[in-house]
């Protein structure tokens, strides 16, 4: 497996999540708009799955860069792994006590949480994670992970 497989298959692994609000369709096929709660008001507590994860093929290093660049095939090898991680799972659900329950390709672990100025701190048996929160609604959870040079924007819904 090249190194750029690698990286990515360690951010997959090692990554939290991320989640945007805007249009959704409902199963009739209506487009509906997700009401923005107030900053204030949203909270991390609850169960969050991974809905979407963009890979921001500009923050890698330029060897890999290169090397996808250079391959018209790795832009489809690489949507079909996130398509992958998103149907083998990812959940969060995090207590009102501050402990975190991980769930990555249906193995589940302990850990802790702390929301704080728009950063999540997720500490597990590997040791604590800051998160840079990009949004927060009722219903929506969006941050971006970094791994080895590779930024992935990952969403996740209530």
Known sequence: MNKFWLVLAFAATFSMFSACG????????AAKTEEKAPESAASVVGK?????????VES???????????DPKMKEKMDEGV???IEEGMSFDFMADG????????????????????????TDKKGPKALNV??????SLAFVMEEGGLKMN?????
């Open 60 to 70: 890698l290093p330029k060897e890999m860069k290169d090397k996808f660049n250079a």
């Open 48 to 56: 969050w799955t991974l809905s979407d994860v963009v890979v921001d």
């Open 22 to 29: 805007g249009k959704e369709e409902s199963h009739d096929g």
């Open 99 to 122: 402990a975190a329950k991980i769930t990555l390709r249906g193995k589940e672990e302990e850990g802790k949480y702390e929301y704080k100025d728009k950063v999540l701190t997720l």
């Open 154 to 158: 990952m969403k996740f819904k209530k």
């Open 134 to 139: 990009t949004e927060l609604t009722a219903n």
């Open 83 to 85: 398509k992958k991680m």
